[in-house]
């Protein structure tokens, strides 16, 4: 990592102290790292990602299984680390000291947490003026429901993603990732960058607070706004999409194999039809036009499908695209990691971890065309850069940093508790 200061990183020169657990806080601080600041993760002193998790292991012989957490390691890349007992006060004097010299603190706990450690905006702006606070709490930091806690699920709950995701006539689905998790991440690292910006013209830092539920509600407008139109809910329809037909998920030649294929005009319908060889079907007047085509999707879907099954997803998407009809595999994991024009973009991250080994990530989804991004750099070993935080960031004595190791403020291997 030494490397930040000579080459052309946006934020090169930004130290984000990150006390963020799980997922939402992490991939933001990964996104910034990437960009060139240098993040430190503060960690519990008692084991890595969601709790006490992966502090053993039932492999014989297998050595510091809490490196090897695969989703801590994917959303901390790029990051220095350091545990620390915040439980004792000795911790809590450290990381002020380490916030005193860093320009940005950004932490996801319930909205009590931070005072109740005394570790409140208003305290820390006694070792750092200028200071940007970061907070993600659920719900918010004010308001009936302040002090209730969630994870991504609840979240895509109280916000209305549920209520629209699932099939028609069945129940609410959650969406298939930690969808609340990463969409509000880049939220974060956007207004991290907005405040670090009014900061360099104004002097001032400030607090900042983003809430999970309402970055969630914040993609979904439509829905709030064809409501408010039409006095109608959203209804749950699948893959299928109230103003395109075809619009669905098709089964392809082999297991478990698919394709979506979506239409959204008349002329994209004749240009499927030329793709597909114009069977009799495709004349029938109940598919002529788009309206007669929602009316009929079921049918519809059963004469695309007959298509469909006898070749590979690879095969119809390529043949629908040449004829300028929006279709795409749908890859699974392996298949997206291996992908051609990932590849031939420089998209894949690839990252050598002592401990973890060889990885493959999803890399920053936006490029710029006079900066550099920070790729290749895995995730920290737990603690692994205590030493340089405690002897050349903050100049500590090492009699102060034995009487630190000897108290467990910030042990180097994390320290078995029992819950």
């Not at 799980?22 to 990964?30: D, E, L, N």
């Not at 979506?260 to 029938?284: F, H, K, M, Q, T």
């Not at 309206?291 to 879907?301: A, G, I, S, T």
Request: hydrophobic letters at 35%.
């Amino acid at each position: 990592m030494s490397d930040n200061n000579q080459r052309n990183f946006p934020l090169t020169g930004i130290r984000i102290v990150d006390l963020t657990n799980v997922i939402a806080g992490p991939v933001s601080t990964r996104v910034l790292a990437q960009l060139g600041a240098e993040v430190i993760k503060v960690e519990v002193p008692w084991g890595r990602a969601i709790g006490n998790i992966a502090m053993h292991t039932d492999v014989p012989g297998e050595l510091r299984p809490y490196n090897k957490v695969a989703s801590f390691n994917e959303v901390n890349r790029g990051k220095r680390s350091i545990a620390i007992d915040l439980a004792q006060e000795e911790g809590r004097i450290l990381l002020r000291e380490i916030i005193s010299v860093s320009d940005v603190v950004i932490e996801n706990y319930s909205p009590r947490v931070m005072g109740n450690l005394e570790l409140s905006y208003e305290s820390l702006l006694t070792e750092r003026p200028d200071l940007i606070m970061v907070s993600m709490p659920a719900l918010g930091g004010s308001g009936p429901w302040s002090s209730y806690i969630s994870f991504g699920p609840g979240t895509d709950a109280l916000g209305g993603l549920s209520d629209v995701t699932g099939y028609e006539n069945g129940p609410p689905h959650k969406p298939g990732n930690y969808y609340a998790d990463h969409n509000s991440a880049f939220h974060v690292s956007t207004g991290i960058v907005a405040a670090l910006s009014q900061r360099r013209r104004t002097g001032k830092g400030q607090r900042m607070e983003i809430v999970l539920r309402e970055v969630t509600m914040a993609v979904i407008g439509e829905q709030f706004l064809g409501y408010q139109l039409s006095g109608d809910a959203p209804v749950r329809m699948g893959s299928h999409h109230r103003d395109a037909a075809p619009h669905n998920v098709y089964p392809c030649r082999g297991d478990d194999e698919w394709v979506v294929i979506a239409v959204e005009s008349d002329e994209e319908w004749r240009r499927l039809c030329d793709a597909i060889g114009n069977p009799n079907w495709s004349d029938y007047d109940r598919f002529a036009t788009k309206p007669d085509r929602l009316d009929n999707q079921d049918e519809l879907d059963s004469r695309i499908t007959d298509w469909t099954r006898n070749q590979t997803n690879y095969e119809i998407m390529h043949k629908l695209q040449g004829h300028g009809v929006k279709a795409g595999a749908v890859l699974k994991s392996p298949d997206v990691l291996s992908d051609p024009h990932f590849k031939s973009r420089g998209f894949i991250d690839e990252t050598d971890h002592e401990d973890a080994g060889t990885n493959h990530h999803p890399g920053l989804p936006f490029r710029l065309s006079r900066s550099e991004r920070r790729m290749g750099v895995a995730a920290p070993m737990f603690a692994e850069h205590s030493d340089w935080a405690l002897a050349e960031l903050l100049c500590l004595e090492p009699s102060d940093i034995a009487n630190l190791r000897d108290k467990n403020t910030t042990p180097l291997e994390p320290v078995d508790r029992t819950f």
